[in-house]
């Protein structure tokens, strides 16, 4: 994405753009103005927003938002016809049918057709239409740990129990169109299936040597291009460790990338689960998958469905996640023991503490924004109140290995309380026997996952990285 800080530091937009901008990196939130302030200035005249599903340069989200808050001053003007979103196939290209459509646009416009745009909404979630569904009653706070966060995830309909493998993998064609730059001259890449249907790339070292330890990442809110994220400075994850002896499976998430629009009728289908459930259940079975692939030959092994994937060592797979990545990495470490350790970067704010009056924008971000937990909707004003939160989860990731940062500046979290909750929870890596295995840091920065964060991350891994039997 063109974020504040790229539009401001990179050498071609470097220039577009006042350079006071640049004071406004990872506090974007306290901007004077925004698109949509642009948008009610144009009111009522006729105004089209275009945007691409995969755009390179835009988020498919942040448009959308833009065009809801200018839509109340289209509607309280009278004209809601006049103002609409045009959304195209792909990245950032155009074609001769998308200008065609701008054309009809200007017709409407000018009064020479009746035949405006429809609406198409695709990141909008109705909350209250989810709540006359009767979701299921929270447990009481002093119910079984998992239970709990079983809420919080929704319940989960039946799942298959194929663990996947090379078949059914996403086509070359999408990985070119987001950018996913794919193999190098070290490093491999594999494309894998697993779970419902979810395609990833598996990158590895070309020179494996014994079977690899492996990480799963977990993007952050990267609409448009999934688990590739932004184009800053620099190696991108999934070169960055291979070339350190570490393989990385990489996939989007669902309403992310490739599965954009997997996500636009999900509570149609499954009105009593959540999109955070659905995240956690592919992380799961992405484990299954690199479990399967670490079995030795002769053991179940299915060679014929793991064609060309690497040895991966099943002992080592480690989770990495920025933001709302490392929401999913805590959640999925905590279920599921196999996970060996978990990085979790800007990932979490206490949940029983993010009210409204905190400049964060509270739970609603997780509830009605990015439609991630309806569940936590039902505790709107009485957060306190919630039958889980993220110490829970911490708890039953200890004594594992497990890397907390949490960024000083950091727009989405309130710090002090990140420190109390660390501060609480430490203890139950002392009970473990294990104090050492929590790494709790808190670097003068704002949110952001670059080239320093990624060293950050190798220093925190490399020990555990280091062969067994070396």
């Known amino acids: 994405d063109e974020s504040v800080e790229f539009m401001t530091r990179n050498r071609t937009t470097g220039t577009w753009f006042s350079q006071r901008l640049r004071w406004f990196t990872g506090r974007e939130n306290k901007l004077p103005t925004d698109n949509h302030a ?45 103002l609409r979103i ?25 009064g020479r057709s009746r035949a405006g745009l429809p609406e198409e909404l695709i990141h909008h979630f109705d909350w209250d239409a989810w709540r006359r569904q009767a979701p299921a009653a929270a447990p009481p706070r002093d119910a079984e740990v998992r239970q709990r966060i079983a809420w919080g995830l929704g319940e989960e309909p039946p799942r298959q129990v194929a663990a996947g493998g090379t078949y059914g993998r996403a086509a070359a064609h999408v990985s ?21 249907y979810v395609s990833g790339d598996l990158y590895f ?126 959640h999925a470490a905590a279920l599921d023991s196999r996970v060996a350790g978990v990085a979790c970067f800007a990932g979490f704010t206490p949940m029983r503490t993010d009210t409204e009056a905190k400049p964060t924008g509270g739970l609603r971000r997780f509830w009605q924004w990015h439609a991630l937990q309806p569940q936590l909707g039902l505790f709107q004003g009485r957060e306190s109140e919630l039958p889980y939160d993220f110490d829970d989860l911490l708890r039953l990731v200890a004594p594992r290995p497990c890397l907390v940062v949490a960024p000083r500046h950091d727009r989405d979290a309130d710090p002090a309380d990140v420190d109390r909750m660390m501060a609480a929870v430490r203890a139950a890596w002392s009970v473990g026997g294990a104090p050492a295995n ?12 670059q080239g320093e964060q990624q060293e950050a991350f190798w220093k925190w891994l490399e020990p555990a990285a280091r062969p067994a039997n070396p």
């Open 38 to 82: 642009l948008l009610g200035l144009i009111a009522p005249r006729h105004c089209l927003i275009s945007t691409a599903y995969n755009d390179g340069c835009d988020q498919s989200f942040s448009a959308e938002q833009s065009y809801l808050a200018a839509r109340e001053v289209y509607r309280f003007l009278g004209h809601p016809e006049a």
């Open 86 to 110: 045009a959304w195209r196939p792909g990245g950032h290209e155009t074609c001769a049918e998308v200008i065609e459509r701008y054309l009809d646009w200007c017709d409407f416009a000018f």
């Open 176 to 196: 070119a169109m987001l950018d996913r730059g794919l193999a190098s001259e070290k490093v491999a890449c594999v494309a894998v299936n697993f779970g419902e």
């Open 205 to 330: 070292p070309k020179a494996v040597k014994g079977p690899l330890p492996v990480v799963v990442w977990l993007h952050p809110y990267s609409y448009n291009l999934g688990y590739n994220g932004a184009y800053m400075v620099g190696p991108r994850l999934q070169q960055f460790l291979p070339n350190k002896g570490v393989a990385v499976l990489a996939f989007d998430q669902i309403g992310f990338g490739s599965r954009l629009h997997e996500a636009q009728h999900f509570y149609d289908r499954y009105p009593r689960w959540s999109r955070l459930g659905k995240m956690v259940r592919d992380v799961r079975a992405a484990v299954d998958l690199l479990t399967l692939a670490g079995r030795p030959e002769g053991a179940g092994r299915p060679e014929d469905k793991l064609k060309d994937m690497p040895p991966i060592d099943a002992k080592r797979i480690y989770l990495l996640g920025y933001s709302l990545g490392g929401t999913v990495a805590l």
């Open 438 to 449: 929590l790494t709790y840091q808190t670097p003068d920065d704002y949110s952001r996952f």
